[in-house]
């Protein structure tokens, strides 16, 4: 079993910057696909925000391109989302998602980023 610890999260202002941390328990980094998803309130979908793979190649959804950086340091088993120029509508739970082939899926518990003046 794998153990996927979040933090980073919190309030911050309009155009301000966060960085997120997704730890895992055991050492799987290295065979993984990662990645951050986001449910914002009102009963609204899960949905991907940012993806990396263990060939390092990323994926973004159109809606953070150029704002947010995902990144992973496989010798501590973190991936990292940086989140910066953030919106109002950027308000969720952030998740951190880890798949390992079998396949085997992790997510974390989640960290509540709230954008808002």
């Known amino acids: 079993q794998v153990q996927l610890v979040e933090s980073g999260g919190g309030l911050v202002q309009p155009g301000g910057s966060l960085r997120l941390s997704c730890a895992a328990s055991?050492?799987?980094?290295?065979?993984?696909?990662m990645g951050w998803y986001r449910q914002a309130p009102a009963g609204k979908e899960r949905e991907m925000v940012a993806t990396t793979t263990t060939g390092s190649s990323t994926n973004y959804a159109d809606s953070v391109k150029g704002r947010f950086t995902i990144s992973r340091d496989n010798a501590k088993n973190t991936v990292y989302l940086q989140m910066n120029s953030l919106k109002p509508e950027d308000t969720a739970v952030y998740y951190c998602k880890v798949v390992v082939p079998g396949p085997y899926v992790y997510w974390g518990q989640g960290t509540q980023v709230t954008v808002s003046s």
């Open positions: 055991r050492n799987i980094f290295n065979t993984a696909t």
